[in-house]
C-alpha cells in the first residue's frame, strides 16, 4: 500500500504513486493490537510523528456475526470514536485529518477466527460451494469499526470501471476507487515490493509470477 500511495515518479524502473511526493509514516499496528499501539497509529497524541494528514488503515476484520457488544468493548469503541473525532477535528493545528478504510476482499469468500482458530467462509450447499448467484457474500458493515462516522470507507473497481470481484460492500462504503484485479486476467496496480529475492510477495519461491510488483531499490 506505501508503493501504491507514494512510489517515486520518473524512476526509470517504472509504476508511480498516487501521490509520490507524500511523505509516509508507517505503524505496524496488526503485529502488537494493543489499545495504546492504536491510539499512536491513529494520531494520538495530536503532535510528533503520527500527526499526518491522511490515515490509511489497509486491514479489516470479518467477523461471521454481528458481535454482541459486552461493558469493555463497548468502553473500547467509545474511546476510539472519540480519538478518531478529536484527530479529525483537531490536528494538524486545526486544519484536521482523513481516516480511510478498505472495505475489505472478501465478496466471494473470507476468512474469520473462532478464538485462534481460523475458518474459511464460502457459499457451500449439498456439499458444493458455488458462486452465490453474483451477490456478495460478506457484508462490510458486520465490521464495527467499518461503520464509523469518522471513517471514509471505500470499495473498489476495476479498470472497466466495474466493482472489483474481490471488494466487500455495505451500507458503510462511502465511495469506489481504483483497485485493479488479478493481473492475469485484467490490468492491475503496480506497486514497490521489499528488496531482495527472498523478501516480499514476489519471491524467488513464487509459484505465481507477479510481474505488477517491482523491487524498492
Given at each position: 500500500?506505501?508503493?501504491?500511495?507514494?512510489?517515486?515518479?520518473?524512476?526509470?524502473?517504472?509504476?508511480?504513486?498516487?501521490?509520490?511526493?507524500?511523505h509516509?509514516?508507517?505503524?505496524?499496528?496488526?503485529?502488537?493490537q494493543t489499545?495504546?499501539?492504536?491510539?499512536?497509529?491513529?494520531?494520538?497524541?495530536?503532535?510528533?510523528?503520527a500527526?499526518?494528514?491522511?490515515?490509511?488503515?489497509?486491514?479489516?476484520?470479518?467477523?461471521?456475526?454481528l458481535?454482541?457488544?459486552?461493558?469493555?468493548?463497548?468502553f473500547?469503541?467509545?474511546?476510539k470514536?472519540?480519538?478518531?473525532?478529536?484527530?479529525s477535528?483537531n490536528?494538524n493545528?486545526?486544519?484536521?485529518?482523513?481516516f480511510v478504510?478498505s472495505?475489505?476482499?472478501?465478496?466471494y469468500?473470507?476468512?474469520?477466527?473462532f478464538?485462534?482458530?481460523?475458518f474459511?467462509?464460502?457459499?457451500?450447499?449439498?456439499?458444493?460451494?458455488?458462486?452465490?448467484?453474483?451477490?456478495?457474500?460478506?457484508?462490510?458493515?458486520?465490521?464495527?469499526?467499518?461503520?464509523?462516522?469518522w471513517?471514509?470507507?471505500?470499495?473498489?473497481?476495476?479498470?472497466?470501471g466495474?466493482?472489483?470481484?474481490y471488494?466487500s460492500?455495505?451500507?458503510?462504503?462511502?465511495l469506489?476507487a481504483?483497485?485493479g484485479e488479478?493481473t492475469q486476467?485484467q490490468a492491475?496496480i503496480?506497486?514497490?515490493?521489499?528488496?531482495?529475492?527472498a523478501?516480499?510477495?514476489?519471491?524467488?519461491?513464487?509459484?505465481?509470477?507477479?510481474?505488477?510488483?517491482?523491487?524498492?531499490?
Amino acid at each position: 500500500m506505501a508503493g501504491v500511495i507514494a512510489a517515486q515518479a520518473n524512476n526509470n524502473i517504472g509504476g508511480r504513486g498516487v501521490a509520490p511526493n507524500a511523505h509516509l509514516v508507517g505503524f505496524n499496528y496488526l503485529d502488537a493490537q494493543t489499545m495504546s499501539n492504536w491510539l499512536q497509529s491513529h494520531g494520538m497524541p495530536l503532535t510528533g510523528s503520527a500527526n499526518s494528514r491522511v490515515y490509511n488503515q489497509s486491514y479489516s476484520s470479518k467477523p461471521a456475526l454481528l458481535t454482541n457488544v459486552d461493558a469493555e468493548h463497548a468502553f473500547s469503541l467509545q474511546l476510539k470514536e472519540r480519538v478518531m473525532q478529536q484527530v479529525s477535528l483537531n490536528s494538524n493545528n486545526g486544519l484536521g485529518a482523513l481516516f480511510v478504510k478498505s472495505a475489505g476482499n472478501a465478496f466471494y469468500q473470507y476468512t474469520t477466527f473462532f478464538g485462534d482458530t481460523p475458518f474459511q467462509v464460502f457459499p457451500y450447499e449439498q456439499q458444493q460451494p458455488f458462486n452465490n448467484a453474483g451477490l456478495p457474500f460478506h457484508n462490510a458493515n458486520l465490521s464495527t469499526d467499518n461503520a464509523s462516522f469518522w471513517n471514509m470507507l471505500v470499495s473498489a473497481y476495476n479498470a472497466n470501471g466495474k466493482l472489483a470481484s474481490y471488494s466487500s460492500v455495505g451500507a458503510s462504503v462511502f465511495l469506489t476507487a481504483p483497485g485493479g484485479e488479478n493481473t492475469q486476467s485484467q490490468a492491475g496496480i503496480v506497486t514497490t515490493d521489499i528488496s531482495g529475492c527472498a523478501a516480499g510477495f514476489n519471491t524467488i519461491n513464487s509459484t505465481i509470477d507477479t510481474p505488477s510488483k517491482y523491487r524498492i531499490r
